[in-house]
Structures are given as structure tokens and as C-alpha cells.
């Protein structure tokens, strides 16, 4: 069985102040993980995905995110927060080795404050 | 390049009703998948075909069932609607071998009344 805890249902940020959303995940196998963004009335983009390559990941728009497998953490970060990143994020793991259901978080919602 | 296409995007069911709803894969991919998401919620997995067959299914009653044709679209039914199947229904498509990566539609928003 596969899960994946968001640690935050809310996060409110100052425009230009660092970004941290955090996720613990749970995985029988060696898991793939996700890191989805969701903008009002939209469909998911994928911002990025580990599949056990370099465990700093770097993805769109400034975000990256560390795999930390002693502490089952996926953390999403990024340095500088824009406007433009206000939606809702969700981190996701797949099992890598069985069939590729994707399993999400519930979500944290990302407010940017002018 | 078209990404994942859904259709239609919006619409209005009332209770004990069937539903149907479409995806087109982008072309190549092989592998369809479905989501619910409840408002306020996590997207749940559905179903996930591949080269026509069932490859996983979810923990959802059998009033829901879909299918994927040779050209590789997809078709989720729902049967006799319920309020609580109001959601963003999300198809997604890979190419399916092994982990290949995502692309998700726009959903298709069903209100049941």
C-alpha cells in the first residue's frame, strides 16, 4: 500500500519569502514521486517527479524538491515566491514497480500575500 | 501537439441518471487513466486502461466502468447518479511503459442534481 501525508492543508507566504510544502510518503516498493499544481478550474501540471535518479529534484517555475528516504519526506521548495504561484499542490507517489496508479495527497493551498 | 482532450467539460445530470464521458489521449500514448475529484479533495484513482484491457481499477461501485477503444480514447460511464458523484472527473495518459509520465486533461465537471 502506498500514501502520501500533507502536512499542511493551508500555507500563506509573502510575496519574494521562501516557499516550503511539505510531504511524508509511504511506499511498500522504491516509490516514484510527484509533485502536481493545480490553478483554479483547471486540470493538474506537473511540476516534478523523482523516479530514482538525483535526489535534488529541479522542476518548472523556480521549484524544486529533496527525496529523503530516511525520513520518507518529499518536500516542495522554492526560493522566491511569485503571485503567480497561488494554487493548490499536491504530492503524489506511484508504485514504480507495480501497476501506475497515482496516489495524491490532500492538498495544500498556497496564498500569496502582495 | 494536442494534449489530453475531454469532453464535454461542464455538465448537468440529475439522480438515477447514466452518464458518459470521453478522453483522447495524446497521440501515442497508449495508457488512459481516470480520476474523481471532490471538491476540496485529492484527486482518486479510477480506472487505468491499457492497449484496451483493465490494468487497475479503484474503490469505486460497479455503477462506474469505462472502457478504451483501438484508437486508444477512452469512455468512463456512470450509472444511476448519485449526488455524491458530483466531482471534476480527470482522465490522464501516458505512454504506458513502466513509469513514463502523466498528462492530465482539464476534467470534466458533472453536477448531479
Not at chain 1, 14 to 23: H, I, K
Not at chain 2, 74 to 85: C, K, Q, T
Request: proline share 4%; hydrophobic share 30%.
Amino acid at each position: 500500500a502506498q500514501s502520501v501525508t500533507q502536512l499542511d492543508s493551508h500555507v500563506s507566504v509573502s510575496e519574494g519569502t521562501p516557499v516550503l510544502l511539505r510531504c511524508n510518503y509511504s511506499s511498500s516498493y522504491s516509490p516514484s514521486l510527484f509533485w502536481y499544481v493545480q490553478h483554479p478550474n483547471k486540470g493538474l501540471q506537473l511540476l516534478l517527479k523523482y523516479t530514482s535518479a538525483a535526489t535534488l529534484v529541479k522542476g518548472i517555475n523556480g521549484f524544486e524538491a529533496e527525496f529523503k528516504k530516511s525520513e520518507t519526506s518529499f518536500h516542495l521548495t522554492k526560493p522566491s515566491a511569485h503571485m503567480s504561484d497561488a494554487a493548490e499542490y499536491f504530492c503524489v507517489v506511484s508504485d514504480r514497480f507495480g501497476n501506475e496508479k497515482l496516489t495524491f495527497g490532500t492538498g495544500t493551498r498556497l496564498t500569496i500575500i502582495p | 501537439d494536442a494534449g489530453v482532450t475531454q469532453s464535454p467539460t461542464h455538465l448537468i445530470k440529475t439522480r438515477g441518471q447514466h452518464v458518459t464521458l470521453r478522453c483522447s489521449p495524446i497521440s501515442g500514448h497508449k495508457s488512459v487513466s481516470w480520476y474523481q475529484q471532490v471538491l476540496g479533495q485529492g484527486p482518486q484513482f479510477i480506472f487505468q486502461y491499457y492497449e484496451k484491457e483493465e490494468r487497475g481499477r479503484g474503490n469505486f461501485p460497479d455503477r462506474f466502468s469505462a472502457r478504451q477503444f483501438p484508437n486508444y480514447s477512452s469512455e468512463l460511464n456512470v450509472n444511476a447518479l448519485l449526488l455524491g458523484d458530483s466531482a471534476l472527473y480527470l482522465c490522464a495518459s501516458s505512454l504506458g511503459q513502466g513509469y513514463s509520465g502523466y498528462t492530465f486533461g482539464s476534467g470534466t465537471r458533472l453536477t448531479v442534481v
